[in-house]
């Protein structure tokens, strides 16, 4: 028999449902590739243990209060952890399936971080965090809260954007972030990483 067309599809599913759906599909096909292959989604990545300190479940919530005003976007997270059950229940009660993915573990993270509009950070703390650091080398731009070492890493609007580390300064930061494609370019620069990374700068300041 011949397959249901996208508009007899939509009779049965509804227009919203197979929306969500088409979105759903080029989103994975385009990360499975290792590629941001669409120019409607705003694809955003984090990478790390699915802990507390991570605060993955707040952030959440951010994404709930902007899915709620109409904004588009996929959230990947790399990697497990201990809170991997309690946020994928989260995402399922907020109705967040179709744009945020629980990817596990991969050997190689770079080629993700590369194709991104935004690396994202939502730590409640951290000592010095390296996949910022890696993140920058790639020209990702970052959103990172004002976490222990960000500020070494980061100048605020020119190679990063540090918010608040809040459930409100990251949603105001991220708003700026997913209506400023311009914002998003400009955070690409990479500007001091060699400092950070080469020892050589390090003791010359010294």
Request: net charge neutral; aromatic share 10%; with cysteine.
């Amino acid at each position: 028999y011949a397959p249901l067309s996208v508009y007899g599809k939509s009779k049965l599913l509804g227009e919203k449902a197979v929306s969500k759906l088409q979105k759903y599909f080029i989103v994975r096909i385009a990360w499975v590739f290792g590629q941001n292959g669409n120019n409607f989604v705003k694809t955003m990545l984090s990478v790390g243990r699915m802990t507390e300190q991570k605060k993955y479940s707040r952030f959440l919530d951010v994404l709930a209060r902007l899915r709620g005003e109409g904004y588009d976007f996929a959230w990947h997270i790399l990697g497990i952890g201990a809170e991997y059950d309690s946020i994928s229940r989260k995402i399922e009660e907020l109705d967040l399936g179709d744009c945020v993915f629980l990817d596990g573990v991969t050997e190689n993270p770079y080629k993700h971080m590369k194709n991104c509009d935004l690396f994202v950070l939502p730590s409640g703390w951290e000592g010095f965090p390296t996949v910022t650091v890696e993140a920058k080398i790639l020209g990702c731009p970052v959103l990172a809260t004002d976490v222990s070492g960000i500020r070494e890493q980061l100048i605020h609007g020119e190679t990063g954007w540090i918010v608040e580390n809040s459930e409100d300064g990251i949603y105001e930061g991220l708003k700026q972030m997913l209506e400023n494609p311009a914002l998003r370019e400009r955070l690409r620069s990479n500007a001091g990483m060699d400092q950070i990374c080469s020892n050589d700068e390090k003791y010359r300041k010294v």
